[in-house]
């Protein structure tokens, strides 16, 4: 069955440090894949896309993301975070449709 | 907001009434989409539209209902069937590139 998953519900890191959200899908072929931000009580913010080409893509806030075939992954990183990341981010996939990972929660401590 | 309105952010219902929750774009897009966000729980679909007059159901319509009567507007009922209504609603537009853009969402709370 088609399935995306985000192993870490909650992840806590200190402000500078490094940061990589994982995001694993279970799909026949290569979907779309994004990573979406969400602070609490908005909507979702897109962060960046993949849908072919290069495999490291740039985001808007200074994200990234690595699309691994092999691993059918798609990890979000940031090489320093800021307290203002601080929010819950979805992996998303879509195919015929978009599916939503259950979200991260960062913590940013100062 | 993504070209995404939503109203109102926040909505109280007593139970067994039914309740509408808007939804507008003005992006001119053809593709909408109404979600449902529990805590610690991804998005779930609850209807969708590709075209005025057409929407099919997502994996959670029981208790909902939509229409599409205009390209604009994608109003999402949450009728007195739905036995868990309590949620935080969310609606996109479809763009180009198959990604989706919300809007800031309706939250929902039946006293």
């Known amino acids: 069955a088609q399935s995306v998953t985000q192993p870490d519900i909650h992840i806590t890191v200190s402000e500078g440090a490094s940061l990589e959200l994982r995001c694993n899908y279970s799909y026949g072929a290569t979907p779309y894949l994004f990573w979406y931000v969400q602070s609490p009580g908005q909507g979702l913010q897109l962060l960046l896309k993949?849908?072919?080409?290069?495999?490291l893509v740039q985001g808007i806030k200074g994200f990234e993301a690595e699309f691994k075939r092999s691993q059918s992954s798609f990890n979000l990183r940031k090489p320093s975070v800021h307290w203002s990341d601080a929010a819950e981010y979805f992996c998303a996939v879509a195919q015929n449709d978009m599916r939503f990972g259950a979200g991260t929660r960062l913590t940013v401590k100062p | 907001d993504g070209g995404i309105t939503q109203s109102p952010k926040y909505l109280f219902r007593k139970e067994g009434q039914n309740v509408t929750l808007s939804c507008e774009q003005n992006l001119n897009h053809d593709a909408m989409y109404w979600y449902r966000q529990d805590p610690g729980q991804g998005l779930r679909l609850i209807y969708y539209?590709?075209?005025?007059?057409?929407?099919q159901k997502g994996d959670i319509a029981e208790g909902y209902s939509v229409s599409r009567e205009k390209k604009e507007s994608f109003p999402l009922t949450v009728t007195s069937a739905q036995k868990n209504p309590t949620a935080f609603y969310l609606c996109?537009?479809?763009?180009?590139?198959?990604?989706?853009?919300f809007g800031p969402g309706t939250r929902l709370t039946v006293l």
């Open positions: 996109a537009r479809l763009a180009g590139g198959n990604e989706q853009f």
């Open positions: 539209s590709q075209i005025v007059n057409d929407f």
């Open positions: 993949y849908f072919s080409g290069d495999t």
